[in-house]
């Protein structure tokens, strides 16, 4: 970590000089070759004598002749810069580094019949969770994330898959099953309403169950029954996050509905249940894996139409009536992402609005009973690599007076494509006491980040 004591001007003009000497940096990666063409022909020459190969070549252990039988092998590392909180006057500038994700992931596939997966890793590496030895907490471990089992049950079609165990394949909207290999912005909008779930009801986005999935043509699907987590480990442990404390509605209400017996005592509570579905106007999209791609900067011309749902009956627990209440959320969304002409550029557009059910003036982590819209928007220009983009979001929530917003602006230079790229950008969310913590005054003070992010995945 590294301080430095600057006033608020200073603080923006240093910003603005960063984010211009990444897009110069960017450019003169493209125009390098034609400056400097006299001098470094001999280079190339070489290299093509060669034969350097730096195209990427997936890490797969083929296991027939033919290579349908096979495990794949993934890593990936993303490695962040960001500032402190801009958005405190008089606070001294901070730049802080941390390991975003660095994971590993193999899926095997020996029978067109079944396929097992394994992921696992680490999140949000830090000076503050690291240690010694790395023995002596969870911030420096490797946990698991995903490992489930899945048979094909329709022979002849992609009609009905079944798998079970910890699992990532999420109901209610695309970006709750969004990849984090290929994003088209730096990361999932925060506060994470895609993740709603995450560790409230689920271990960093995922549950234990079983789902079914499948495709019919241009349209697909995929749904689960799920046991949530324990309200001991999530995230507040059930509690209402947004109270009169801190400028808010108190709720009666407490995610514990799974632990509490109800009025006979017998315990309830113990199921989630979600699903999306979505129709396919234009190229079908892979639904290998429950991973969704963030952009395929002109790779394919993709405009799907998603509808969404998750609920979880029982789940609230009104500690005014001793009575359990349902939690249920809906949600539609469509993303759009298409080449451009012939230029090799593309453009990518996602837009989702989501209904949160929590009950009555109950906040969670992430959202709250209410409304949540989202929206990005992204250019990719071929011949430089690079895509600037936009994301928005306003949560309009019961228990909170003002709107909870978010915006980011980045690009995107893609050395490699997705996998080796660089993204830097400007994050901001205002009137959220979970995410700024209050002033002196007690009203919640607004986040503003620069984040510069350094990814590859193999």
Partial sequence: MFTIKISPMKKLILLVVIVLGFAEFSLAFQNDTTKKESSTAKVWDDLAQQKVDHTYKPLTLKLSDDGTKYVRFILWHQQWLQTSNLAIDDAPLRLNTLIRRSRILAFAQISPRFLILTHFGLNNLTTGNMNALGNQGDGPQMFLHDAWTEFKVTENSDALYIGGGLHYWKGLTRLANQSTLNFMTMDNTRPFVQWHSLGITDQFARHIGFYAKGQLGKFDYRIAANNPMSPANALGAGADLINSGNGGVDSDLTYTGSIEPNADGDHVGNAVIEGYFRYNLFDTESTKLPYQVGTYMGGKKVLGIGLGFFAHPNGMYNNAT?????????????????????????INAYASVINFNYGENYMSRWAGTGTNIYGQLGYYIG???????????????????????AFDAGINYFVNGHNAKITLEYHTISNNPLEGGLDADGNPNGVQQLRLQLHIFL
């Fill in 322 to 346: 001793d009575e359990h209440e349902n939690v249920t959320h809906l949600a539609a969304d469509i993303f759009y992402d298409a080449p451009v002409g012939s230029s090799g550029n593309a």
């Fill in 383 to 405: 011949k430089a690599k690079l895509m600037p983009y936009v994301a928005f979001q306003s949560g309009s929530y019961d228990a909170y007076g003002d709107n909870l917003n």
